[in-house]
């Protein structure tokens, strides 16, 4: 149990500290509403928000950043309780993506009240996505693992049987 935990709180606490670094820098350097095209298809951006995934309650209530700050710390120590448990290394890899996703997010809303949101993905014109950051792209690829490992991690399991 404790090997199970060290990996997957080790990914965990380096995707959050990789998190905040770029979110350090890009406060720094982008003004808001600015952008710094990087590919064609990439810009760095800073946006702030307030809400969830997608911006969804994205406005100015008073206590969102608390709430949705402690909604997320829930909800990782939830995770890592289920790391302890986590048999296999995709699992593992997964939680800690997850985890270190919502912490580095979490801090942003203690510092600044708002998740700073930098990844501006785009083709062309075409502008449909919004802003996202690593920690957002922590989370999404830590739960395709998460999927992935659910559907094909343990060949042996008594749900594969007839």
């Not at 969102?64 to 302890?84: D, E, K, Q």
């Not at 501006?120 to 693992?145: C, E, K, Q, R």
């Amino acid at each position: 149990m404790i090997g199970r935990l060290r990996f997957g709180l080790a990914v965990a606490v380096i995707v959050a500290a990789v998190d905040q670094l770029a979110k350090w820098a890009i406060v720094t350097m982008v003004r808001p509403q600015g952008h710094i095209p990087v590919l064609p298809f990439l810009d760095f951006v800073l946006a702030w928000n307030r809400g969830v995934s997608f911006g969804v309650g994205n406005n100015q209530g008073p206590y969102n950043a608390l709430l949705f700050t402690l909604l997320s710390l829930v909800i990782s120590a939830v995770l890592v309780a289920w790391m302890a448990k986590a048999g296999s290394r995709v699992a593992l890899l997964g939680l800690g993506l997850v985890v270190g996703g919502a912490v580095g997010n979490a801090a942003d809303r203690l510092h600044y009240g708002a998740v700073v949101d930098f990844l501006y993905v785009h083709a062309g014109s075409f502008t449909w996505w919004p802003a996202m950051n690593l920690a957002d792209w922590a989370i999404s690829v830590g739960a395709a693992f998460l999927v992935f490992d659910s559907l094909f991690g343990n060949r042996d399991s008594h749900k594969n049987t007839p």
